[in-house]
C-alpha cells in the first residue's frame, strides 16, 4: 500500500529556470495539497485541488507559481523564473474522499535549492 | 499572526521522563492532527481528533482535544531516545487546509 510519492526528492536549479514537482496521491485518495516549508519556518499551505480542478489557492503566490491535478498523471506544481527564495522544501499531502478528507498523509517531499 | 501556538519549541529530556507538547488557539477547529516529522522527510501522520474532550492513546503517547476544539496536547510517558524528533499540530478549520504550529524538537538524551 504505497503511500504518497513524490519526485524528485531534491532539484537544483538556477535562478530564472523552471522547476516542476510531481505528487502522486495514495491510492483511493481524491484530494491534493501542496504545503511549503521555508527554512527555519513552519509549513504554510499553498494549494488545494481534486481532479481537474483547483479549490483553494489562498496560500500561492500570485505570480510565477501554478498547480494542476490532471484526469490522468499525478499533481504538478510548477514554479516559473525561480528566484533563491524559492529554496524550500515542498510537500505533497491527500487525503480521501468523504468524511475523513481532513486527514492528511504527507509525501516525503522535494526539497528545492535555487542556485 | 500565528494561528496555532504550539509550545514548547524545544525540549531536551533524560529517557524514562514525561513530557508534554501543548497547542493552542483562539479558533476553533474541525479537527486537529499530530504528526512527527525526521529530517529530510516528510510529517508522519500520529492521530487526529475530532471530537471536543477527545482523549486518545497510540502506545506511550495520549493526545486530547480541548472541549472548545481550540486546543490540544501531546503527552508522552516514559520517553525513550526513538521519541526524538519534530513534532506538530496542525488545526483544520471546516475546509481543508490545514494550519501548522511551528513544531516542537523533542530529544530524549539515554
Known amino acids: 500500500n504505497a503511500g504518497v510519492m513524490q519526485n524528485p526528492r531534491h532539484l537544483v536549479r538556477r535562478r530564472g529556470q523552471e522547476a516542476r514537482l510531481r505528487c502522486s496521491p495514495m491510492k483511493g485518495h481524491s484530494h491534493v495539497y501542496w504545503y511549503r516549508q521555508l527554512p527555519e519556518e513552519g509549513l504554510k499551505f499553498m494549494v488545494y485541488l481534486q481532479k481537474e480542478n483547483i479549490i483553494d489557492e489562498s496560500g500561492m503566490p500570485k505570480e510565477r507559481f501554478s498547480a494542476e491535478f490532471p484526469k490522468e498523471g499525478p499533481s504538478i506544481l510548477r514554479i516559473q523564473q525561480v528566484v533563491r527564495g524559492d529554496s524550500a522544501a515542498y510537500f505533497c499531502?491527500?487525503?480521501?474522499?468523504?468524511?475523513?478528507?481532513?486527514?492528511?498523509?504527507f509525501g516525503p517531499g522535494t526539497r528545492l535549492l535555487v542556485l | 499572526t500565528q494561528l496555532l501556538e504550539q509550545s514548547p519549541q524545544f525540549l531536551s529530556i533524560q529517557e524514562g521522563e514525561n513530557l508534554t507538547v501543548y497547542c493552542n488557539s483562539s479558533?476553533?477547529?474541525?479537527?486537529l492532527q499530530w504528526y512527527r516529522q525526521e529530517p529530510g522527510e516528510g510529517p508522519v501522520l500520529l492521530v487526529t481528533?475530532?471530537?471536543?474532550?477527545e482523549v486518545k492513546k497510540l502506545k506511550r503517547l495520549t493526545f486530547q482535544f480541548g472541549d472548545a476544539r481550540k486546543d490540544s496536547s501531546l503527552h508522552i510517558t516514559a520517553a525513550q531516545p526513538g521519541d526524538t524528533g519534530l513534532y506538530l499540530c496542525a488545526g483544520a478549520r471546516y475546509g481543508n487546509k490545514l494550519v501548522f504550529g511551528a513544531g516542537t524538537i523533542l530529544r530524549v538524551k539515554s
Open positions: 481528533v475530532v471530537t471536543g474532550g
Open positions: 499531502a491527500s487525503s480521501p474522499p468523504g468524511r475523513r478528507q481532513e486527514t492528511q498523509y
Open positions: 479558533s476553533v477547529f474541525s479537527s
